[in-house]
């Protein structure tokens, strides 16, 4: 009996060598395709991450125009403006070394050429990985962003203290109608402006860095709702000179006073009348007692160092600023390097302040149911308290007052 050798069945053989063939040519196929493969691949993390850079550019440029135009609003020149533009795009990862920041005021292209506006156009260059296999050419972003300068509200009333709490305060039973401006408070406090008690007031707006407390009041205004986290307004009396002491000191005992330095203060009863300039208070109070009556046209009343206002309730009042000159338009002008004090406005109905009572760093209690000429007064202090009812409009520019603006907004529009 022979034994036959052990081996492949001839069929399984053939399969075996036929798998064996196949396998090799997909193995070429892979070979040749994987370079397509990863650069799809490739494509798809790339488009992914050039979307995604896109996404920030445009984010660097929107804050960079934003700054610009922040920067434009202080009354910064060009120089300036690029500056706080270039600043804000690189602090948001734009890499000057790989892009390019342009910056145009106002813009070059588009519906706002003529207007307050800053544009910003950043071109950044983007990195290749993969797709460089297929293109060496660079691929570079760009993104656009134009902010405008929003034309500023007018103001009568403007607190400046920029942290106190109820820094435009309407108190009591105060009725206040003011016609053609608004109340602006630069305090970031939440109840920066605040109404109180039965207090009413018509105005044009409520405009405040901080927050707006309406409590119990009636308010009526033109604009739909108080406008908070705004701006801060500048003080629009910044560039008036300090008036300057002159000797001799005058006398204060006659009925007729004239212009110049009192030196111990200006205390004054019975009928009193001021010749028009500039008086100098120092060295102690400008006070009005009851039952006087005072009057004069075209004056400034500085209050230097400590000296306040103080105006009795039963006293009568009417004096006006100067319409032209250096103080056109300013009546009391309190010393701009000394701070807090309450300077007290009292009078009786015939009572009128003609132009602005101007205390940057100081507290104005408004009391007196008086206003001035055609309605023309104006309040800067650092803050206000309003007890008392008036009626004051601003269209006072043949007095001699100029506009104080309340604040201007800036907004992305392209």
Known sequence: ?????????????????????????????FALCLPIVIGGAGLGVETSYWYYSDLKLQAAADASAYAGALEKVSGSGTPAIISAATLSATSNDFETSTGQIEVFTPPSTGPNTKKQAVEVILHQRLDRFFTSIFSQTPVIAQARAVAVI???????ILALDPSSSNAALFS????????????????????AIKLQGSAKLQVDCLISAGGVDLGNGAVKTACATPITQALPAADPFADVPTPQASSPCQNAKLATLKPGTYCNGLSLSGNVSLASGIYVIEGGDFKVNANAYVYGEGVVIYLAGGSRVSMNGNATVQLSAPTSGPYAGILFFGDRSSVGGSNTFNGTADSQLTGALYFAKQQVRYLGNFSGKGGCSQIVAGTIEWSGNTSINQDCTSLGMRDIPATQSVQLVE
Do not use: H, W, Y
């Open 1 to 29: 009996m022979k034994i036959r050798p052990f081996g492949i069945p001839k069929f399984l053989g053939s399969f075996l060598q036929r798998n064996a063939e196949e396998d090799g040519n997909v193995a070429i196929i």
């Open 172 to 191: 009591g039973s105060a009725d206040v109608k003011l016609t053609g401006c608004s109340v602006m408070a630069n305090s970031i406090d939440s109840d």
């Open 150 to 156: 929003a034309e500023a509200l007018k103001a009568c």
